[in-house]
């Protein structure tokens, strides 16, 4: 059975304190591993999709990484406004089209 | 640049009544697709269309259909609706080559 599995579930930090979120995987027919930020009642913002093992993006103080069964999403010297709850989520050949399987995402909290 | 834009934001309804949720892609994106995002979960799929035929369809029963229109845009509809269908529906578009795939704000459905 597909799945997508996160952790920690929850991940507090100082502001400044790097870390690194967990993302692993076993899905059938990927197309592609997605990355994405999600605040509170808000529909979650692209960040980034990464394709074969090895591959790495970067965007601001974050970059993904990826490797054939996990993706690491690492966070260095996070700021307040990282504050919000990270989704991974694994891109599917699914019937004719395919589908974004998401794992239960990581809320990140950074205090100042 | 418009998003993906959905509507109504928030609405209330009562056991066994009946919804419509709309959304527009982004423009020249012709796939769009649903997610079912339940409070502290991850989203799950729900219909996949692209050039106005259904491509996938998650794990819903009968009570959810969808459709694409000739603009791209696309309404899910839910019958009979249960107090477990609470939740934030997501819309996705996305262009051809999949590489991104962008989320609207969402439409939270209440129902009491």
């Known amino acids: 059975e597909d799945q997508v599995t996160q952790s920690p579930e929850a991940l507090r930090l100082q502001e400044g304190e790097s870390s690194s979120l967990n993302c692993s995987y076993t899905v059938s027919g990927l197309r592609g591993l997605f990355w994405y930020r999600q605040d509170p009642g808000k529909g979650p913002e692209f960040l980034f999709t990464?394709?074969?093992a090895g591959e790495e993006k970067e965007k601001e103080r974050l970059k993904a990484t990826l490797t054939k069964k996990e993706s690491f999403l690492h966070i260095t010297a996070p700021k307040p406004e990282d504050s919000a709850t990270y989704l991974c989520?694994?891109?599917?050949?699914?019937?004719?089209?395919?589908?974004?399987?998401f794992g239960q995402g990581t809320e990140l909290s950074v205090k100042p | 640049d418009a998003g993906v834009t959905q509507s109504p934001t928030h609405l209330i309804k009562t056991r066994g009544q009946h919804v419509t949720l709309r959304c527009s892609p982004i423009?020249?994106?012709?796939?769009v697709s649903w997610y079912q995002q339940v409070l502290g979960q991850g989203p799950q799929f729900i219909f996949q269309?692209?050039?106005?035929?259904?491509?996938g369809r998650g794990n819903f029963p009968d009570r959810f259909s969808a459709r694409q229109f000739p603009n791209y845009s696309s309404e899910l509809n839910v019958n009979a609706l249960l107090l477990g269908d609470s939740a934030l529906y997501l819309c996705?578009?996305?262009?051809?080559?999949?590489?991104?795939?962008?989320f609207g704000e969402g439409s939270w459905l209440t129902v009491v």
């Open positions: 989520a694994a891109y599917s050949l699914y019937n004719q089209g395919g589908k974004l399987i």
């Open positions: 996705a578009s996305s262009g051809v080559s999949g590489n991104t795939i962008y």
């Open positions: 990464l394709y074969s």
């Open positions: 269309y692209y050039e106005k035929e259904e491509r």
């Open positions: 423009s020249g994106h012709k796939s």
